[in-house]
């Protein structure tokens, strides 16, 4: 018998069970590691208050509480294993190479500014124009631009060593792992007991569903529809062995992609998104075609670059774009936590943390109503 059982062991899963191990919660975490997982994939920009689309205001304050917990989770991660987690601020910078871009660059510009002036983030010493020169000279791959800005808080991190860091200092605190597939749960006078993997029964006093864009096989189960589809994301990563990329920030730029810099004198390109792609996690001449374009458009300096390696992962979307976070109505010990989208790495963390809290019979420090699967049911 456990206090707490996990479904799923990507970022959201993996958080949770880590900081139910921290609270004394006798935990078991089951997890098939599909192929397309989609933490294996993420890109790992983490920038909420530099998003230049109209965010919902829900979604925009959960992901500045979101982001805001990496650096405690990070520094606490560090005296519990010895593991990298890829987390850096390196800065973000923003910009319109054609002029196409321009109209949207202005528009997210007034978004964020905008912003800033009503809820003061990020602060005005973290945020400013830059010419086309200067951005060049913080990234000097860059082709000129039309109009930038810059963003000092910028973040990135990588889903795969944050969540083998998050499984490392786990399993210090005793936490068990099956890597199985949960076919069912165990509901007895609707009351969530267990769960079923590969026909082994396990009883749990709690349970947390956080399994990314497969979660909707629950919902029959449950008696709600769990309304989270699969979108295919293509990126690649490029190697510049002669280049110093430790410093470089991430860039965006507007025809919906991104450049991801890292340490190791790489950059990651990406990324696709498929909507409709169902669950199949393959790569394509059109994917990479629509990457690597978009990269040379944005940096024709990344020309001589060379492939290391082509990630494919499944973002687990919903229709609204927001989280699935909360108990179902009228089943008891449940809890959901999954529909984190293109910005599971921003959320998942501080996500996990709440499952945890909620199974631990926390109070929830965070409001999350937004997010209820009852929006959709
Ligand atoms: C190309 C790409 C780029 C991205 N870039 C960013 C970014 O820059 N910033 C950002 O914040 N986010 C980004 N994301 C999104 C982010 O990666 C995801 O939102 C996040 O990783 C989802 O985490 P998860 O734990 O919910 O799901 P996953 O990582 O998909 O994990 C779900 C796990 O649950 C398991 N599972 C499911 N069902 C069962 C079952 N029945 N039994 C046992 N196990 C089960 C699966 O096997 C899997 O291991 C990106 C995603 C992609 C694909």
């Keep these: 018998m456990y206090d707490a059982i996990v479904i799923g062991g990507g970022i959201v899963g993996m958080s949770a069970a880590y900081h139910l191990v921290r609270g004394g919660a006798k935990t078991l975490l089951i997890d098939r590691h599909h192929e397309g997982r989609a933490t294996d994939a993420g890109a790992g920009i983490l920038a909420p208050a530099t998003s230049g689309v109209t965010l919902d205001p829900a979604w925009f304050a959960f ?20 593991g990298d987690t890829g987390y850096a ?3 973000k910078l923003t910009v319109a190479v054609s002029e196409d871009e321009i109209a949207p660059f202005q528009h997210a510009r007034e978004v964020v500014w905008e912003r800033q002036r009503r809820r003061g983030i990020p602060s005005s010493d973290d945020l400013y124009d830059v010419t086309s020169e200067q951005a060049q000279a913080i990234f000097p791959l860059l082709a000129p631009v039309h109009g930038a800005f ?20 786990s399993a210090s605190h005793h936490l068990e792992q099956k890597q199985s597939m949960v076919d069912r749960l165990i509901i007895e ?14 009883r749990a006093g709690k349970v947390i569903i956080a399994g990314g864009a497969w979660s909707r096989q629950f919902g029959d189960q449950l008696g709600v529809q769990i309304p989270v589809e699969p979108q295919r994301g293509q990126i690649v990563h490029l190697d510049l062995p002669d280049v110093d ?16 810099p890292w340490a190791d004198h790489r950059i990651v390109v990406g990324a696709t998104r498929e909507t409709g792609s169902g669950f199949d996690p393959v790569t394509s001449a059109i994917g990479m075609q629509e990457v690597l374009g978009e990269a040379l458009r944005v940096a024709p300096g990344l020309k001589s670059a060379q492939f290391r390696e082509i990630r494919v992962g499944l973002r687990p979307n919903t229709i609204d774009n927001l989280p699935v976070l909360g108990e ?3 089943i008891g010990n449940l809890f959901l936590s999954t529909g984190h989208g293109a ?5 998942g963390p501080y996500s996990g943390k709440l499952a945890a809290d909620w199974a631990l019979g926390q109070t929830l420090e965070t409001d999350i109503s937004a997010f209820r699967i009852s929006r959709f049911n």
Excluded: N, W
Excluded at 192 to 198: M, N
Excluded at 343 to 347: F, I, T, V
């Design 63 to 82: 992901g500045v509480i979101c982001v805001d917990y990496y650096p405690a989770l990070i520094g606490q991660l560090r005296q519990e294993q010895d």
């Design 89 to 91: 601020v390196c800065g």
């Design 150 to 169: 810059y963003y000092r808080g910028g973040a990135r991190v990588d889903g795969r060593m944050l969540t083998a860091a998050l499984a490392k200092a």
């Design 189 to 202: 006078d609707g009351q969530v007991v267990g769960a079923v993997a590969d026909g082994e029964s396990f």
């Design 245 to 260: 990329t430790s410093a470089f920030p991430v860039i965006v730029a507007f025809h919906g992609h991104y450049m991801v």
């Design 328 to 330: 179902v109505p009228r």
């Design 343 to 347: 910005s599971g790495l921003q959320l």
